[in-house]
């Protein structure tokens, strides 16, 4: 075994460190929760991994996570006999931040440098392990590998480098010890060293955590007699704090909104409470239990390219996978939560779940849950709607792409702006219900803005005839609307597309269809002429009744590429 080595920190995790130290976030006590969850993950993972690996050399006898408190050193350590780590996944996993949505917020925050915004931003992230920073002025972190012999130290104060050193005789799993900053003894609520403190922490963060977290039973403060007694002193019997209880699997009523948050905010890494909890409890051939979040914003990777999907795979309790796709289409990414199946293999892999037909099944109800409950929330709370909408509508939408089966009910909860009101985006329910007699098609245009789309040539027929027309700004909508042919019986209409009939069918006399064809004929040489001089830039110069101030206007065909979607595909490479 070789000495020490030192490393420094990649950019984004000395930035991150700098914020954690100088504590941009008011609530400290959250570093605890983010210990323990990474605890109970290295739990999980070495569960799974020596039911399904005989020969792993690993200890789980008695898997569980301890708290210890040194009130003299003021030291805190959080400990667990789980997986643990290898010496280059210290190196990978704690020196560096992988995950892409934290480095490029850490990239605008380097650019923007707005402390005030950071301090508010910064919870939207797994920045986990580094929130030990945030109370104590240097970390310790001991590990060993299941199934290895050589273990690691790595300590740091986490100002710009870390150390790492072989060491010989650790326990299995991996224990984080922090010493704690001095400025934590003056303020009561802030002291870390308290197991009081300790304890009420653990209770209103990880209760939910299936494994025990065990600490030494409060004491009260040494008095003078302790002391002299202090030569025979022995390791008090540790006791669980936490209650252990599976909150998916509780009976719904029994169950806190609190806790459900909590649990939340356990396996999103988000540290803000969700928009909506989603219970599913499914019994008969197959049996399931689900806890599905939707979060109250938008993570930053909903559109990167390596973004994650899908929620937690349980097998009977036992953790299987993360972000296990074949539960949740892509649309709904940012749904969060746990699917607990009785009937499956602890063997099953990605691959074969996507072949699962009790997968497929739980899916398609998932999302129709899902979909309904949105339905719910629309109907119910304006104001909480319009939240959803603007996290996650744009993600939502390409749901109309792909799910055939689902279109009625992902249409159902769309809103869209419309020319109906300047502010208030408005449901295709909604359009429909203002549909003027003899309107027979929903109208609507796309385009790069709504300044843009209102100022069109194209809108003028239409806002001379009353007619309400729907504002499609996002690239997405260019997508589904050509996918989508129909709502509730009407069809979807651009209106800068191919010939729009503004006249119903019986309000167009003959007299009318004669002056057309007069004037057809009036203008043909001027037509042919500018189709002609033309001829590189149009297809065909023609009479409009469209247009009312306007003197000319550019019309695709109905099946032509729009500007807008040209752009999409430009961007894409094609
Ligand atoms: P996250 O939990 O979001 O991945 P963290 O910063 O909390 O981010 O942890 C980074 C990584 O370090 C984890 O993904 C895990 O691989 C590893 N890690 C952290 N704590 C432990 C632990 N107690 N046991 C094993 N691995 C751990
Ligand atoms: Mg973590």
């Not at 210890?68 to 996944?89: C, P």
């Not at 993570?299 to 309790?317: A, N, S, T």
């Not at 699917?339 to 099953?348: E, K, M, Q, R």
């Not at 502010?423 to 609507?444: A, C, F, N, S």
Request: aromatic share 8%.
């Amino acid at each position: 075994t070789t000495g020490v080595e030192t490393f420094e920190f990649q950019v984004e995790a000395r930035q991150l460190l700098q914020l954690m130290i100088h504590s941009i976030y008011s609530n400290k006590d959250v570093f605890l929760r983010e210990l323990i969850s990474n605890a109970s993950d290295a739990l999980d993972r070495l569960r799974l991994e020596s039911l399904r690996d005989e020969s792993l050399q690993a200890d789980t006898s008695d898997l569980h996570i301890a708290i210890e408190i040194d009130q003299e050193s003021r030291t805190l350590t959080v400990r667990d006999n789980g997986i643990g780590m290898s010496h280059d996944g210290v190196v990978e996993l704690i020196g560096t931040i992988a995950n892409s949505g934290t480095a490029k917020f850490l990239k605008e925050l380097r650019e923007s440098k707005d402390a005030a915004a950071s301090a508010d931003l910064i919870g939207q992230f797994g920045v986990g392990f580094y929130s030990s920073f945030m109370v104590a002025d240097e970390v310790t972190l001991v590990t060993r590998h299941a199934g290895e012999s050589q273990g690691t130290r790595w300590v740091s104060s986490g100002a710009g480098t870390y150390t790492i050193e072989p060491v010989d005789d650790a326990p299995q799993g991996t224990s984080v010890t922090m010493r704690l900053k001095p400025e934590d003894t003056e303020d009561h609520l802030y002291d870390y060293a308290s197991p009081w403190k300790i304890r009420e922490i653990v209770k209103q963060h990880s209760d939910f955590i299936t494994w025990p977290i065990r600490m030494a039973p409060a004491q009260p403060p040494a008095t003078a007699e302790d002391e002299a007694e202090e030569g025979e002193e022995k390791a008090p019997e540790l006791e669980t704090v936490n209650s252990m209880k599976a909150l998916w699997a509780r009976p719904k009523g029994e169950v806190t909104d609190e806790e459900y948050h909590e649990f939340y905010k356990h396996i999103s890494h988000d540290w803000a409470d969700p928009l909506e909890t989603i219970r599913m409890q499914a019994e008969g051939t197959f049996e399931y239990q689900s806890l599905l979040f939707i979060p109250a914003r938008a993570p930053q990777d909903l559109y990167m390219q390596d973004r994650k999907r899908g929620v937690q795979l349980y097998v009977k309790r036992v953790f299987i996978m993360d972000d296990c796709e074949a539960l949740m289409p892509e649309y709904l990414r940012f749904i969060k939560g746990v699917v607990d199946a009785a009937d499956l293999s602890l063997n099953v892999s990605r691959e074969t779940l996507q072949q699962d037909r009790q997968i497929q099944l739980m899916r398609r109800r998932l999302v129709k849950k899902v979909l309904s409950t949105v339905k719910d929330i629309m109907s119910s709370d304006a104001e909480r709607y319009a939240t959803f909408w603007k996290e996650f509508g744009r993600v939502l939408k390409e749901g109309l792409l792909g799910d055939l089966e689902n279109r009625e009910a992902i249409l159902e909860v769309c809103s869209f702006a419309s020319t109906h009101d300047a502010e208030q985006p408005t449901t295709l329910r909604g359009y429909v219900e203002r549909m003027k007699d003899g309107q027979e098609h929903i109208y609507y245009m796309t385009g790069e803005s709504r300044s843009i789309v209102e100022s069109s040539p194209h809108m003028e027929a239409f806002r001379d005839k009353g007619f309400e027309v729907l504002l499609l700004t996002d690239p997405i909508d260019e997508l589904w609307v050509d996918a989508v042919p129909e709502f509730d019986g009407k069809q979807l209409r651009s209106i800068a597309k191919g010939q729009v009939d503004l006249d119903s069918q019986d309000e167009k006399d003959e007299e009318a269809e004669a002056e057309r064809e007069q004037r057809q004929k009036d203008f043909a040489e001027l037509l042919s002429w500018m189709t002609t001089t033309l001829s590189e830039q149009v297809k065909e110069v023609r009479l409009s009744s469209r247009l009312t101030t306007s003197p000319a206007c550019i019309v695709g065909d109905t099946f032509d590429v729009t500007p807008a979607l040209e752009n999409i595909y430009r961007s894409m490479g094609q």
